[in-house]
């Protein structure tokens, strides 16, 4: 597993930008995240060691994890990660985005039906967004359809948005001001996966947990080794 961020930078768009890591990170470091450049690895995927291999591994890569790939000031950029990505088809590319309406946009001439080696994420958190932006989603020519819901802030319904969805993830926020997170959502999410035969992953608790009505209040450390040990996942079969 490798990570690429050819950019850096981002700026909050939808609700559940608003306790964005990024963001948070840079204010410690008084960096500006709303100013998105190129960072140095621009051209990680196609950089060659001495004996002509590539130096990054074949395999999955975390692309854009300090930005979102689509975002409007990486237009004139992002044709190079294409190219890139074209030839490193060894590896499979995952981005996330929240800004799925730009996709139409942002994709090459040569895209056709879709990259194979290209997953896309569509992010999620309330039922506003949902209907707007799987409704868009749903329609897209991509290969590979995942789903996150993260920060989930409401209870929500996706049935009608799962054909052709490869991985639906659920997490909760974290946070000190989190919004709280309602396991009853996280259930709801599975039943609708698991009607739909898609496969499900409930990643991360929120700071805030809600259980039978009771609210908990939790450790960042914890988040993801609670989510597993609630035992929900779902894996599809054939
Ligand atoms: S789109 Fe993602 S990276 Fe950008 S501000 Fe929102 S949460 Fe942060």
Known sequence: MAVWNPWR??????????????????????????NIVKTKDFEKPIVKLKNGNYKMKSGTVYLCFTS??????????????????????????????????????????DWGDGYENVVVCCTIENQKNADYKLGIFKDLPIKHKCITAQPLLEDIDIEKYLDGIELVVVGGESDYH??????????????????????????QCGTYFIKDGKQYKLQTKDLMSQARKANINYKTVN
């Open 178 to 203: 989190a919004r709280p997170l309602d396991y009853a959502w996280v259930l709801n999410i599975r039943k609708q996966c698991v009607r739909k035969n898609v496969n499900f992953e409930f990643r």
């Open 9 to 34: 930078g981002c700026k909050r768009c939808s609700e559940g930008c608003l306790h964005c890591y990024i963001h948070k990170g840079d204010a410690k470091r008084n960096v500006n995240t709303n």
């Open 68 to 109: 979102d790939f689509l975002i409007e000031e990486a237009d004139a950029w992002r044709d190079d990660c294409w190219k890139m990505m074209k030839e490193r088809g060894d590896c499979t590319f995952l981005f996330l985005t929240k800004r799925i309406n730009r996709f139409m946009k942002c994709i090459p001439d």
